[in-house]
């Protein structure tokens, strides 16, 4: 089955700094890359997700950057503010061909100083 | 416009005993996903209902079972509670009749098994 490993596990940032966090994949039948951010005794909320068939993607602070070849997608938040700390989760899904057995890794824990 | 609603938040067991939780998805979505996340670790995918069927299923035994009612409501069952079972339960509805993959998460039950 598919195998998701995510990295660092934990991150701490200086507000204002950028922070990147990455997730491999081994299932090459994975074709839709969520993101999701779980603060503390909250829902997972998505925040950006990429397809296969694309290679980046940009939402103001946010961008996700996917290399298939390699297996391995990134998140990137620029400009980070306290309210970015968060637990972020990356997951591989291998819509279409085995819709929503999604696969998560075990998520990063983002602290942004202020 | 509602969102994926969960009940209970929180339940007590004791080992052995079966516990029943309930999830109404997103209006207008049609397919339940449930998770356990364990502390610190990211949400494990148990199966997913479409059409009151289960269509795809993760690495749990079949004391976890589950059911989708014809309003796409659902329910997952355990039986014979152990220990390890403690954890928070998550549950994600999509809309796959137009091939619509995000995932929209639940608060999540939070269940203790002493």
């Known amino acids: 089955g598919e195998n998701v490993e995510q990295h660092p596990s934990t991150l701490s940032v200086q507000e204002g700094d950028s922070a990147v966090i990455k997730c491999t994949y081994s299932?090459?039948?994975?074709?839709?890359f969520p993101w999701y951010k779980q603060e503390l005794g909250k829902r997972p909320q998505l925040i950006i997700d990429?397809?296969?068939?694309?290679g980046e993607k940009k939402d103001q602070r946010i961008a996700v950057t996917l290399n298939k070849t390699a297996k391995h997608f990134s998140l990137h938040i620029t400009e980070t503010q306290p309210e970015d700390s968060a637990v972020y989760f990356c997951?591989?899904?291998?819509?279409?061909?085995?819709?929503?057995?999604?696969?998560f890794g075990d998520g990063t824990t983002l602290t942004v100083k202020p | 416009d509602a969102g994926v609603t969960q009940s209970p938040t929180h339940l007590i067991k004791t080992r052995g005993q079966q516990v029943t939780l309930r999830c109404s998805p997103k209006?207008?979505?049609?397919?339940v996903s449930w998770y356990q996340q364990a502390l610190g670790q990211g949400p494990q995918f148990i199966f997913q209902?479409?059409?009151?069927?289960?269509?795809q299923r993760g690495n749990f035994p079949d004391r976890f079972s589950g059911h989708q009612f014809p309003n796409y409501s659902s329910e997952l069952n355990v039986n014979a509670l152990l220990l390890g079972d403690s954890a928070l339960y998550l549950c994600?509805?999509?809309?796959?009749?137009?091939?619509?993959?995000?995932?929209?998460f639940g608060s999540g039950t939070q269940l203790s098994v002493l």
């Open positions: 994600a509805s999509s809309l796959r009749t137009t091939g619509d993959e995000k995932l929209f």
């Open positions: 299932d090459s039948a994975s074709n839709y």
């Open positions: 990429i397809r296969s068939n694309v």
């Open positions: 997951a591989a899904i291998p819509f279409r061909t085995n819709a929503g057995k999604s696969t």
């Open positions: 209006s207008g979505h049609d397919t």
């Open positions: 209902y479409y059409e009151e069927e289960e269509r």
